[in-house]
């Protein structure tokens, strides 16, 4: 299992407590440092089954300062991914990546469900 997370985010240090409090096995990768690729979000973004803007850090000061609110319901998905891509604090985070799922943010009882 990935877990994708900014070390600066209370509720990153909150999802790797509960994933380490029920023995959950994880290699661990900073999202900023290590942002995801192109085809790495895609595959993640099929997998989750969500829409593509679920994986869109919408509290984030750079996502403001861009002003995508305004600008991503006129952009491609192509447009969306590689925007993605080009940044790890555009992307929703913590993000827990199983071999058939992908979620993005925090949810207890999604998790629980996952990882049954």
Not at 51 to 61: C, E
Request: proline share 5%.
């Amino acid at each position: 299992m990935l877990f994708l997370c900014y070390p600066k985010c209370s509720t990153c240090r909150k999802a790797q407590k509960w994933l380490d409090e029920h023995d959950v096995d994880y290699d661990i990768r900073d999202i900023k440092t290590d942002n995801p690729d192109l085809a790495e979000l895609e595959l993640w973004h099929q997998a989750s089954g969500l829409p593509l803007k679920k994986f869109f850090n919408t509290s984030g000061q750079l996502y403001r300062s861009l002003e995508l609110s305004k600008k991503l319901p006129g952009m491609s998905d192509a447009e969306q991914y590689a925007l993605l891509a080009s940044d790890g604090m555009l992307v929703k985070r913590p993000l827990l990546i199983g071999e058939d799922f992908a979620l993005p943010g925090f949810k207890v009882k999604e998790w629980e469900e996952k990882l049954k």
